[in-house]
């Protein structure tokens, strides 16, 4: 099945990209293994309109509000959608973070790909984005469970930890730290025909 090679591919290529982005650029003989945590979501819809002239669809979820998509022309075999069509959307999120070795460097770098039906084929498509730079450490609060950092934008941006994992790396940090975060999503989605 197209989806289920399109999902796997996206979800191989965004877990093998961690490791590899986090790494790469560093100098030490050992480097630290990366803390790695990754996240998974996935949301079935109905089909409730099809209109063709505009290629919007409207879709109720699990809430059953009704949510209109607007599909642009790169989404395939459009006029195959029909009432009572599944849509199913699987998201995926993956970070990598890991003490930056002093005198090292890490150029930063994003990476993208895509994939989307064959002619013919059900309606699908996905995209992968894997992105990788060594951000300064500004400011770390354990008890709120936040981090503030700048980044090769220059911009300081501040972010809730939440798992327990980035929670422990977090105690780790004092400003003035070098990290380097490497992060990858892929979102996958396709049209199943309706249930008979």
Not at 39 to 45: D, I, K, S
Not at 87 to 98: F, G, M, Q, S, T
Not at 124 to 151: E, H, L, P, Q, Y
């Amino acid at each position: 099945m197209m989806f289920s090679t399109l999902s796997g591919r996206l979800r191989q290529g965004a877990i093998l990209a961690l490791p590899f982005l986090a790494l790469i650029g560093c100098a030490t003989p050992e480097p630290e293994p990366p803390v790695v945590v990754s996240t998974t979501r996935e949301m079935v819809a109905a089909v409730d309109r099809v209109d063709a002239r505009t290629r919007t669809i409207v879709v109720r979820g699990p809430d059953n509000k009704p949510q209109t998509l607007q599909l642009g022309p790169e989404v395939r075999n459009f006029a195959q959608i029909r009432r009572g069509d599944r849509v199913r959307l699987h998201y995926e999120e993956a970070i990598a973070v890991r003490m930056a070795a002093p005198g090292s460097s890490l150029e930063p770098e994003t990476v993208v790909g895509a994939a989307r039906a064959e002619p013919g084929a059900r309606p699908a498509g996905g995209t992968m984005v894997a992105t990788r730079a060594r951000v300064r450490i500004t400011a770390v609060d354990t008890t709120n469970n936040t981090v503030s950092f700048v980044g090769p934008s220059r911009v300081e941006r501040t972010v809730a930890v939440r798992t327990p994992e980035m929670r422990e790396f977090l105690k780790t940090l004092r400003p003035g730290n070098q990290v380097d975060v490497a992060i990858a999503e892929a979102m996958a989605i396709r049209v199943e025909p309706a249930e008979r």
